[in-house]
């Protein structure tokens, strides 16, 4: 269905072929999420959501349940790829990221401007992580899971 340069193929242990976009894809598609919802060009869900009278005319109910569940799909593969855990670390290697780049005046995070550029640029890359933790995971270790077994809960 999608070309093969969009996608790539893991063997499991098993010996299953599991098929998953490629990192750059979901990259494409983490980034498009969090500036899509908002960014601070004004041009994002929110600013279009809040400057209408009627929220419930035309398609915006549709609009509103595809973002809800796009937003719960990446949180669900955030905290069943990473954890609590994981994503605090996430964002603790965030944060030193943006000091490090205020450090060097690379930006300055007393601009709103840029401290929201920052902050959801970094709200596209959690959820990135969040969707590829699994596959560094096997590429790491070799180890390729998804879910929680019996045995983790």
Do not use: C
């Amino acid at each position: 269905m999608l070309p093969d340069i969009l996608t790539n193929k893991s063997t499991t242990k098993s010996g299953k072929q599991v098929t998953h976009l490629a990192g750059w894809v979901t990259f494409v598609l983490s980034m498009a999420l969090a500036l899509g919802t908002w960014n601070p060009t004004g041009h994002h869900f929110i600013h279009y959501l809040s400057n209408v009278d009627d929220i419930l005319s035309g398609f915006r109910p549709f609009a509103i349940l595809i973002m809800i569940a796009l937003w719960l799909l990446a949180i669900k593969s955030i905290f069943q790829s990473l954890g609590y855990f994981g994503l605090t670390i996430t964002v603790i290697i965030l944060g030193a990221f943006v000091w490090g780049l205020q450090e060097y005046k690379l930006i300055n995070i007393e601009d709103l401007d840029q401290l929201g550029w920052a902050g959801t640029l970094s709200i596209g890359f959690i959820i990135w992580f969040g969707l590829n933790a699994s596959i560094f995971w096997k590429k790491l270790t070799g180890v390729y899971t998804t879910d929680a077994t019996s045995e983790d809960l």
